[in-house]
Structures are given as structure tokens and as C-alpha cells.
């Protein structure tokens, strides 16, 4: 069983900054993308950034020169480093991983974390 467990996330004024880390765990022999959306209240949940396999990253444009997005491939893991937060980015932060295959060959498509709380104060 594949599971994704994120950590971080918290209260932060405006301005300030926070990271959220995502380590994936269940025998995992590769991931395609790891990424991380996010879902205001009332609203889609969107993609904020996302990383491939090979360390090609892709930002959201509101994020775009705030968030750095980064992976350890040997931890299986993902990080989310904000900077410059501002209150619109207040919203429940998802982990995701796509195309992962396990060391027994069990294949899963798409997997999500429980997702963090982000909550920037003006």
C-alpha cells in the first residue's frame, strides 16, 4: 500500500514563509511526478507545482517565483518551499504522486496525501 504523509504547513503572516515536505512510503521502486495542489474553501482544488521524474518542475503562475518546488529522489520525496506568502494562498495543501510502481510491480496511477493546512494572515 502506497501512502503519501505530508508534513509542515501551519499559520504564517503575509510575507513570511513555510514549506511542506510529502514522503512517499510502501516500497516504491519509481514516481513519475510528484506535485502539490491546493484547495481554498469554495473553491477547485488546483495544481500549484509539480516535479518529474527526471526534475523538470512546473509552477502554477500565481506562484510562479514565490514557491520552489524539490524532490529527493532517494527519500522519495517532495518539498514545497513558499516564500512571500500571501493570503490567497490560504488553502488545504494536497501531495500528489503519479504513475508510481512499487519494488513487487504493483502499479497505482495517482496517489494523494491526507493534505496540510496553509494559512496566511494579512
Known amino acids: 500500500q502506497v501512502q503519501l504523509v505530508e508534513s509542515g504547513g501551519g499559520l504564517v503572516q503575509a510575507g513570511g514563509s513555510l514549506s511542506v515536505s510529502c514522503a512517499a512510503s510502501?516500497?516504491?521502486?519509481?514516481?513519475?511526478?510528484m506535485g502539490w495542489y491546493r484547495q481554498a474553501p469554495g473553491n477547485q482544488r488546483e495544481l500549484v507545482a509539480s516535479i518529474t521524474s527526471s526534475g523538470s518542475a512546473n509552477y502554477a503562475d500565481p506562484v510562479k517565483g514565490r514557491f520552489t518546488i524539490s524532490r529527493d529522489y532517494a527519500k522519495n520525496t517532495v518539498y514545497l518551499q513558499m516564500n512571500n506568502l500571501k493570503p490567497e494562498d490560504t488553502a488545504v495543501y494536497y501531495c500528489?504522486?503519479?504513475?508510481?510502481?512499487?519494488?513487487?510491480?504493483?502499479?497505482?496511477?495517482?496517489?494523494w496525501g491526507q493534505g496540510t493546512l496553509v494559512t496566511v494572515s494579512s
Open positions: 510502501g516500497s516504491i521502486w519509481t514516481i513519475n511526478i
Open positions: 500528489n504522486a503519479d504513475k508510481i510502481i512499487t519494488t513487487r510491480g504493483n502499479r497505482y496511477l495517482e496517489v
